[in-house]
């Protein structure tokens, strides 16, 4: 095994996607492991987050990073692409979308993916209303100031991270409904080779 390639510790189409999203657009060799949830119950070290969540992305140097902000941090940082100059007002904004969509829509969604951790199962239904309600504002706002992407011109990790949470949706004709740009959006970055080439290597992969 090359020592000097990134590790992805990951599950097919979840929240690794991102990595691997970012270093297959900047051309930065990877291996991924995908893992699925029964593996970190049997007491396997593979993720480094203290709650075995995925992904964990194990650097050539052996350290691992959890969490996806920090994941693509170190990315953009490292590399110096897909994020705009620091020190500018565009790059504020950047982190800004970052983590409004890190901490509003992503746990929408796993609400709605994943209610059995939050409450009983005759509770769903008003949990997942609730947390579509949630991402429906968000989403409005967002088709308001994309131009093309969330920060003009520039192609960031932002429309990236933005793209894989829009394939979880499950509505995705009302998502779409009256946002036009955020499907343009779609559209751009899922006809890009760089995200072909990854869905494509996904097990059991969805379009």
Known sequence: MNSVRYKIIGRSG????????????????????????KDFKTGQPLSAHPQGKIPTMICPNETPIFETLAI?????????????????????????FLSLMATSIYPAYHRQHHSKYYIKVECYESLRENARKEQAAIYDYIETELDPYVCGELLTAADLYLYMLMRWD????????????LK???????????????????PNRKK
Do not use: C
């Open 14 to 37: 979840a929240g690794s996607l991102i990595a691997e999203f970012l270093l297959t657009e900047i051309g930065v060799d990877y291996e991924v492991i995908f893992t699925n949830p």
């Open 72 to 96: 693509i941090n170190h990315i953009t940082d490292r590399f110096g692409k897909l994020a705009p100059m620091r020190l500018t007002p565009i790059y504020d904004r950047y982190w800004q």
């Open 184 to 202: 343009a959006l779609n559209k751009m970055i899922r006809t890009r080779p760089s995200i072909v080439r990854v869905l494509e290597s996904q």
């Open 170 to 181: 499950i509505y995705k004709d009302a998502l779409y409904d009256k946002r036009p740009k």
